[in-house]
DNA sequence: GGGGACAGCCAC
DNA sequence: AAACGTGGCTGTCCCC
């Protein structure tokens, strides 16, 4: 991060002229929103280093100091009456120094560039005010200004990853949903496995009527619940969890019908269709569009991807994915947040549930009992369990974090992030309900704030892991891309004989994340990555 | 026919 | 076993 505005500030123009002054010098760019300004730089076959990203800093810089959450797509307004469509940006490297130049709406100018419609001024007005208040919010929290490098540099790697796409077999693809549903219907309506389900469940639930219409549609709550009612089962709601206790024949098949009619609706051909070109799924991915720091998206549902479905995410011919997620990342930011000793100690272990259970349940066989207890306790469960009981023996530095976190919250306060991404503060009105609703939402925000210190602590995290993994593969190859991120693991899309280089690039990042993040704390984080053809074969 | 609330399930 | 955090997405249902 630069402490100060460039002398050499200038409008750059053509791409051309950006693309020659990145690979002189690579700058850090500044411009208002990556996600407007780089794609159209990528395709121009411009690859830029580094960034600073206005509106997701000024995100940051707003929920620090108290303001709500808002998404950094929408964290800068752009002034209203705005003329000529121009792109701004400028670089803070003198190096780079250049005459002024303008980007895109000269004659000769790139049709392909677009962007948002500040003017120069304003823009560098920015930029030095965020400068002066990265350095004050870095008295009090000194990680703040990497919590910025990385979050444009999150920026930088998602646009790249929509761009690039994940690799997805349709024919796979195709196998998979016709194995499972049947072929794919001509027009609307359901495949042929389907609507068998749907037909029978009618049948068993509505069986005084005949006909070829259905009685009772599967995919509506309310005509279930008042068929099961007729056949004297009354349910709370449809949920799988509460139809599994329930002994009907109908169960089965609506069971049946709610998995895959998922499937179909959310990730059958129509989302093909939209989603998948030539082979690779292109997704949107909005860093920093969760509260806590964690990537959204904005369709694609890339982040949701179904266990089943990763079948189809295949390697090109002479290529590998090379797959690493962080085992049990939020213990272990746990650990390294509380400082609690034997935590810590528990993190030298690859399955960190393991020896948590051993040290403080003493069975190492509880390993689910410890697993359950401590995510319930990251979660804010009502229940006390034994092994809830036992952890907070064991580890009371560690679980105090947590009921401190919570305490807060409960009392309308606000938490940060290890490196100080800040909570939203509650409604002003939240309280102005009758009491009993009151002491309700309390707990809520209770929970909101407990989970909150450990989720975007991670992502955090997580975020330092792409910015250095992003780095590592520039350095490495073009051909080697990140390709997928989801919270906690990576796949990178590589020719296969740079396999063990991108092995060793995430092995690297993993190491250099958990140094730059958590500091000298002892604290391990695994992070082991192994190249595989697909993504059904990971773990 | 479009918007919004709600239900339900997918991921972490 | 079933209630405990962050989301996206799609269906139904009801309203305008």
Aim: glycine share 8%.
């Amino acid at each position: 991060m630069a402490d100060a505005v460039g002398a050499s500030v200038g409008e750059v123009t053509r791409v051309d002229d950006l693309g020659e002054i990145e690979r002189a010098s690579s700058p850090r760019w500044v411009w208002w929103r990556t996600a407007e300004i780089y794609p159209a730089l990528l395709e121009a076959g411009v690859r830029v280093q580094r960034c600073h990203d206005l509106a997701a800093v000024q995100s940051l810089l707003r929920t620090y100091e108290g303001e709500p959450f808002v998404p950094p797509q929408s964290a800068l307004s752009e002034p209203a009456g705005s003329g000529a469509v121009q792109i701004s940006l400028f670089t803070d490297d003198e190096a780079a120094s250049k005459p002024s130049r303008r980007l895109g709406a000269g004659p000769d100018g790139d049709p392909a560039m677009y962007g948002t419609y500040f003017g120069l001024a304003e823009l560098r007005r920015h930029y030095a005010e965020q400068l002066a208040h990265i350095a004050r919010v870095r008295k009090a929290h000194p990680g703040f200004g990497l919590l910025v490098a990385a979050e444009s540099a999150a920026g930088l790697a998602a646009v790249e990853m929509g761009r690039a796409g994940l690799p997805w077999s349709t024919e796979i693809h195709d196998r998979v949903l016709t194995d499972l549903l049947g072929p794919r219907p001509q027009h609307h309506g359901r495949p042929r496995k389907l609507q068998v389900l749907a037909e029978e469940v009618s049948a068993l639930l509505a069986p005084e009527k005949t006909g070829p219409a259905l009685q009772v549609n599967p995919d509506s709550p309310a005509d279930v619940l008042k068929a099961f009612k007729r056949q004297g089962v009354t349910l709370t709601s449809t949920r799988a969890w509460e139809l599994k206790e329930v002994e009907h024949p109908a169960v089965a098949p609506l069971l049946r019908y709610k998995e895959l009619a998922r499937l179909h609706v959310a990730h059958g051909w129509g989302w093909q269709d939209q989603w998948v070109r030539q082979g690779r799924f292109h997704a949107e991915y909005v860093p920093g569009g969760v509260v806590t720091g964690r990537w959204a998206t904005s369709g694609g549902g890339a982040l949701q991807i179904p266990k089943v479905m990763r079948a189809c995410v295949v390697a090109d011919p002479g290529y590998v994915l090379v797959a690493a997620d962080a085992g049990q990342l939020e213990p272990r930011i746990l650990a390294a947040l509380s400082a609690d000793r034997g935590m810590i100690a528990a993190t030298a272990d690859a399955d960190m549930y393991t020896a948590l259970a051993r040290q403080a349940l003493g069975r190492p066989e509880a390993r689910n009992e410890a697993k359950i207890g401590l995510l319930a306790a990251m979660y804010g469960a009502r229940a006390n369990t034994p092994a809830m009981v036992a952890l907070k023996r064991r580890f009371p530095q560690a679980l105090d974090l947590l009921e401190r976190a919570a305490r807060t919250g409960e009392n309308g306060g606000i938490v940060r992030s290890v490196l100080g991404r800040t909570c939203p503060p509650p409604e002003p009105t939240w309280q102005e309900v009758p009491p009993e609703q009151a002491l309700a939402r309390s707990r809520a925000r209770g929970r909101f704030t407990r989970n909150f210190v450990i989720q975007a602590s991670a992502a955090d995290w997580a975020n330092a892991l792409v910015a250095g993994l992003r780095r590592r593969l520039i350095a490495l190859s073009d051909r080697a891309e990140l390709v997928f991120f989801q919270h906690d693991e990576v796949l990178v899309h590589a020719p296969a004989m740079l396999a063990e280089a991108v092995v060793a690039a995430i092995a690297d990042s993993g190491a250099e994340a958990t140094a730059l993040v958590l500091g000298d704390r002892g604290v391990r984080i695994p992070l082991a990555a192994a190249p595989i053809t697909s993504y059904a074969d990971k773990n």
